[in-house]
């Protein structure tokens, strides 16, 4: 079965400063995807950007990129200039075979003014 | 295009009752997908459904949790006999038919915030 890990339960990050958040994931299959997901306070779920696994180069979306080592099953995902806007908790996903969504147990970002 | 809609928002039961919750998928979406959050935790995969077919229910509970999805009409999750322990929030999450090596990306309702006094 797929299991996807996140260890740091909270991060902080200075304003304007950049963040990493780390993720790791366990899966036997060939074809996947991963992403990172923002939920803020009001509960609604943000797709913040996609990596497909056959795709050797990270993805990048405006601010947000990520860090994907295939080999390692690490995907972690870089915040640069941080805005307050930001602070939300972060949830890494795995999606294999079958399109269900495997969630880590979430990173709390918090941004410092 | 209206977004996944859920309703009720906020849903409070006693024990014992029984919980329906409601998910209207994007326009000319097929499939749905339901998650539970408890407090504190991740989202976790309860049941993948297409128009009248349970693709995947592998992480709905065996007892008291049901799901359809009707030809016409929305998506529903029904709990009968609720315990303290089924107060969470239930996400809905809708994509379009699965094309041949592609992926379809999951929009999320607002979800529902279910309460069991």
């Known amino acids: 079965a797929q299991t996807v890990t996140q260890s740091q339960p909270e991060m902080s990050v200075q304003e304007a400063e950049t963040v990493t958040l780390s993720c790791t994931y366990d899966?036997?299959?060939?074809?996947?995807?991963l992403f990172w997901y923002k939920q803020p306070p009001s509960r609604q779920m943000i797709l913040v950007i996609r990596q497909e696994a056959y795709k050797q180069q990270n993805a990048t979306e405006n601010r947000f990129s990520v860090n994907f080592q295939k080999a390692a099953k690490s995907f972690s995902l870089k915040i640069s200039d941080s805005q307050l806007g930001d602070a939300a908790m972060y949830f890494c996903a795995y999606s294999g075979q079958g399109g269900k969504l495997i969630f880590g147990q979430g990173t709390e970002l918090s941004v410092k003014p | 295009n209206a977004g996944v809609m859920q309703n009720p928002r906020h849903l409070v039961r006693r024990r014992g009752q029984e919980a329906r919750l409601r998910c209207s998928p994007m326009?000319?979406?097929?499939?749905v997908y339901w998650y539970r959050q408890l407090p504190e935790e991740g989202l976790k995969f309860m049941v993948y459904?297409?128009?009248?077919?349970?693709?995947?229910e592998s992480g709905m509970p065996k007892e008291r949790f049901s799901a359809e999805f009707p030809k016409e009409g929305p998506s529903i999750l029904r709990i009968q006999q609720v315990v303290r322990g089924d107060s969470a929030a239930y996400f809905c999450?809708?994509?379009?038919?699965?094309?041949?090596?592609?992926?379809?990306?999951?929009?999320f309702g607002p979800g529902t915030r279910l309460t069991v006094l």
């Open positions: 999450a809708s994509s379009p038919p699965t094309g041949p090596a592609t992926y379809n990306e999951q929009f």
């Open positions: 899966t036997s299959e060939s074809d996947y995807y």
């Open positions: 459904l297409q128009k009248e077919n349970i693709i995947d």
């Open positions: 326009k000319g979406h097929s499939h």
